[in-house]
């Protein structure tokens, strides 16, 4: 065979060796190196690597922090009540080799398995608590409860659980109505007893001030007796020494007054004997004249 031919297959030969004996790994990824089918290197850092062609095989895995979405999933609550929970999983491969013997380096069956570890997780805490315990102040709780023992038990796969958040915490739908209706009736009963509070409350405010007005009238009557009382014990006392002083005057004031009194108003009748001794100090008037 002439060398002119053999000599551009062996240097493609060659070529294929060299480039089957060399690869790169990246810094977003893990990789593990094979000796026929046994792991013989997990430390494998950026860069350029060499390796035996058809001896060893090199498979590469992602080093960032990954996303696995689970759908909406029913979990029981420790009054047996079912809650749709829709959550997602932060995640990364931290011991590659662990990784891979665990799942074969198949990225699914590892998400599969530790959705299962974290939804155990879930469910344990979820059977611990109300709903209004899940749905409020425990949550944050109950999710790290939740992330200690799931972190514990996914290392087992060399994962390591970053972060698990819920999106959304609902009632299937055929109970919504039903829950919500509790939740109205519950709340006209509040209401009906707060405006029935209210009522007596007001009823007593009302009565407290009814007294009140009674008692502020009953003091207000009392006193005006008294100034009435005094003031009349003191017009007394100035007739009694108007009378003592000009007992004729005293009279003629008194019959003046009285003339006022009966006389003065528009339509008023009065009948009297004209020799009545009403009429005395109108006569001595004429007389006068």
Do not use: C
């Not at 944050?140 to 972060?163: C, K, P, Y």
């Not at 915490?169 to 509790?182: A, G, N, Y």
């Amino acid at each position: 065979m002439n060398i002119r031919t053999l000599l551009p297959a062996g240097i493609l030969a060659l070529v294929a060796v060299v480039g089957m004996s060399i690869y790169t790994v990246d810094e977003r990824e893990l990789a593990i190196k094979f000796r026929l089918g046994k792991i013989i290197d997990t430390d494998l850092g950026p860069g350029l690597h060499f390796k035996i062609p058809f001896i060893n095989n090199v498979v590469k895995f992602p080093r960032q922090i990954l996303t696995l979405t689970n759908p909406q999933e029913l979990f029981l609550t420790f009054e047996k009540k079912n809650l749709l929970v829709d959550f997602f999983i932060k995640w990364r491969i931290v011991n590659v080799a662990e990784y891979y013997r665990a799942t074969g380096g198949d990225e699914a069956l590892a998400a599969q398995r530790m959705l299962e570890i974290v939804k155990d997780g879930i469910r344990g805490e979820f059977a611990k608590r109300t709903v209004p315990q899940v749905v409020t102040a425990e949550r944050r709780e109950l999710l790290d409860n939740m992330l200690t023992n799931a972190r514990e038990n996914a290392l087992q796969l060399g994962i390591q659980v970053i972060d698990v958040r819920v999106k959304r915490t609902e009632f299937p739908e055929q109970v919504s109505d039903s829950v919500f209706d509790r939740m109205r009736q519950e709340r006209a009963r509040t209401a009906s007893e707060l405006r029935a509070q209210g009522a007596e409350a007001a009823e007593q405010i009302r009565a407290e001030a009814d007294r009140q007005r009674t008692v502020t009238l009953a003091e207000a009557y009392r006193d005006a007796e008294k100034v009435r009382g005094a003031g009349d014990a003191e017009a007394a006392n100035i007739y009694a020494e108007a009378y003592r002083k000009d007992p004729d005057f005293f009279a003629f004031t008194r019959s003046i007054q009285a003339y006022r009194r009966s006389l003065g108003k528009e339509n008023d009748l009065l009948l009297l004997d004209s020799n009545d001794d009403f009429f005395r100090y109108m006569k001595k008037a004429e007389g006068s004249r």
